[in-house]
């Protein structure tokens, strides 16, 4: 797949638990947050965001939730799947400017 | 497909050889982008265009020459590249840069510099 090969920290899960992926920022001045999920062959497609002013924000067997205070992100998959395999990015955005993505991390389900 | 397409898909070249990356979009967007992903950076900005006209470069090599003829297409020529350069180079689209639910990716193109 075309993520292979990313140094990437890794989280394994056993497939129906739930699986929490965190993530750092450093700019306090984005107004958005995002979650990418790319899966093998694919680029990242968008996941769930959540605004600079909330601190949860769920979705269809995902909940992101937003520490401004220690600038910490994270993203929680209910029941995880093997469709769930893949790196998952969190991004951030401040005003018009573009995406900018964080590091990464690879999640395997195992089944 | 998501509605951005690159070709090739694979590509290998040497180092005094000149290619080009291709990115093509029909999703009616006006901002375009060239992204590399290697190990060592995941995700990193290159080049932003925003209806046709450059934007954003991250001091990106000249080695690399992007190209936006009209806002459907995106090019990336390359030149006298290095080894290092090996990466997978993904193209995305939005309707401007800060729309956070509109980043429409495409599958990447995976260059070898041999």
């Known amino acids: 797949g075309e993520s292979v090969g990313l140094h990437l920290p890794t989280l394994s899960v056993q497939e129906g638990d739930n699986s929490i992926i965190n993530c750092a920022y450093s700019n306090s001045a984005s107004d958005y947050f995002i979650w990418y999920k790319q899966e093998s062959g694919k680029g990242p497609q968008f996941i769930i965001d959540?605004?600079?002013?909330?601190d949860k924000r769920q979705g269809q067997r995902v909940t992101v939730l937003l520490n401004k205070t220690v600038k910490h992100l994270s993203l929680q998959i209910a029941a995880t799947q093997p469709g769930d395999s893949a790196v998952y990015f969190c991004a951030e955005i401040e005003g018009n400017t573009p995406l900018v993505f964080g590091k990464g991390t690879r999640l395997s389900v195992i089944a | 497909e998501t509605g951005v397409t690159q070709t090739p898909r694979h590509l290998v070249m040497g180092m005094t050889n000149k290619k080009s990356l291709k990115c093509e979009q029909h999703l009616g967007h006006n901002a375009m982008y060239w992204y590399k992903q290697s190990a060592k950076k995941p995700l990193e900005l290159m080049f932003v265009?925003?209806?046709?006209?450059?934007?954003e470069n991250n001091s990106v090599p000249s080695r690399f020459s992007p190209e936006c003829p009209n806002s459907s297409h995106l090019f990336l020529h390359l030149h006298t590249l290095q080894p290092e350069d090996s990466a997978l180079y993904l193209c995305a689209s939005s309707q401007d840069p800060g729309d956070i639910h509109g980043y429409t990716f495409g599958s990447g193109t995976r260059l070898t510099v041999v």
């Open positions: 959540i605004r600079s002013n909330m």
């Open positions: 265009y925003n209806f046709k006209e450059q934007t």
